[in-house]
């Protein structure tokens, strides 16, 4: 039962809706991503490695029978290369894209905590710490005084 109470206050809190809205968006980002690298990056990258399709490359370990040929015969066992340069360019572009998008947001969050800015609304939590962090300061200096 516990269990239960405690899936319950998670999924109340928002933790489970902000995760899913996460995966849902990642997902689609992903799709983003795939084509903007297939389509757009690595065609002028190919170009100039003279028309090189790195989705095709492949370092083969034993040749198989043609395609089109009759009869059976061992198949072709081959490392594809070009599919990993193509997940690795996927993984730094989504890193790199994630990496700005994270310091846009906390460039955005910095602003709104500090007390000093007032283009942005400071949270009213935020504003009360500063509000005691100043009270404080002038309680040291009164002791301060007291005591010289």
């Known amino acids: 039962m516990r269990i239960l109470k405690e899936f319950k206050e998670f999924a109340v809190k928002g933790n489970m809706i902000d995760m899913a809205v996460g995966i849902i968006i990642g997902t ?7 084509v903007m690298v297939k389509q757009v990056i690595l065609p002028p990258l190919s170009l100039m490695t003279e028309g090189v399709n790195f989705g095709n ?4 370990l034993r040749e198989g029978l043609e395609p089109g ?10 490392i594809g290369y070009g599919a990993l340069i193509e997940a690795l360019l996927d993984f730094v572009i989504v890193g790199f894209t994630i990496f700005l ?11 709104a905590e500090d007390p000093k800015n007032q283009t942005v609304e400071t949270p009213k939590n935020i504003e009360l710490l500063s509000n005691l962090t100043d009270l404080m300061k002038e309680q040291n200096e009164i002791l301060k005084k007291r005591n010289n």
Request: net charge positive; charged share 30%; hydrophobic share 45%.
């Open 28 to 34: 689609a980002f992903n799709k983003v991503i795939d």
């Open 57 to 60: 490359r492949k370092f083969v």
């Open 69 to 78: 040929s009759s009869g059976a015969g061992p198949e072709e066992i081959a």
């Open 101 to 111: 998008v994270v310091k846009l947001m906390n460039s955005f969050r910095r602003k």
